[in-house]
């Protein structure tokens, strides 16, 4: 997966002035390749900015039942044009930026995106 929103170019936290979200992985979207989730901590409703493009069909994320560590991250979207893009983002070298691993060892930078009802 892909996760994005949560952190500036040099890796510092993004202030939120924002309340976390109802988590509504139980809508019935699964997390397949292309889909765009709300990302979180361990509690259930605490995605706020972050959020992540699975690269890959990840049912192991998907609403199981309401237990916390059951119930899910909630699909929101898809990647309905632009998948050459992520593909590219996939394949930039990783490595470790402070606490941080596996992240870019070049900042990327989400440009535009389009609502698409």
Same mark, same amino acid.
């Given at each position: 997966?892909?996760?994005?929103?949560?952190?500036?170019?040099?890796?510092?936290?993004?202030?939120?002035?924002?309340?976390?979200?109802? #988590?509504?992985? +139980? %809508?019935?979207?699964?997390?397949?390749?292309?889909?765009?989730?709300? /990302?979180?901590?361990?509690? =259930?409703?605490?995605?706020?900015?972050?959020?992540?493009? #699975?690269?890959? +069909? %990840?049912?192991?994320?998907?609403?199981?039942?309401?237990?916390?560590? /059951?119930?899910?991250?909630? =699909?929101?979207?898809?990647?309905?044009?632009?998948?050459?893009?992520?593909?590219?983002?996939?394949?930039?070298?990783?490595?470790?930026?402070?606490?941080?691993?596996?992240?870019?060892?070049?900042?990327?930078?989400?440009?535009?995106?389009?609502?698409?009802?």
């Amino acid at each position: 997966m892909i996760q994005g929103g949560g952190l500036c170019e040099d890796m510092a936290e993004k202030g939120n002035k924002n309340k976390p979200i109802k #988590n509504e992985a +139980d %809508n019935g979207l699964k997390n397949v390749y292309g889909s765009i989730a709300m /990302a979180r901590t361990q509690i =259930v409703d605490s995605a706020t900015s972050q959020f992540f493009i #699975n690269v890959n +069909d %990840n049912e192991f994320l998907d609403h199981r039942d309401t237990r916390p560590d /059951a119930y899910g991250y909630a =699909v929101f979207g898809k990647v309905v044009d632009g998948m050459d893009t992520v593909k590219a983002i996939e394949q930039v070298a990783t490595g470790n930026k402070g606490m941080h691993h596996d992240v870019p060892l070049e900042p990327i930078t989400i440009v535009s995106t389009k609502i698409i009802a």
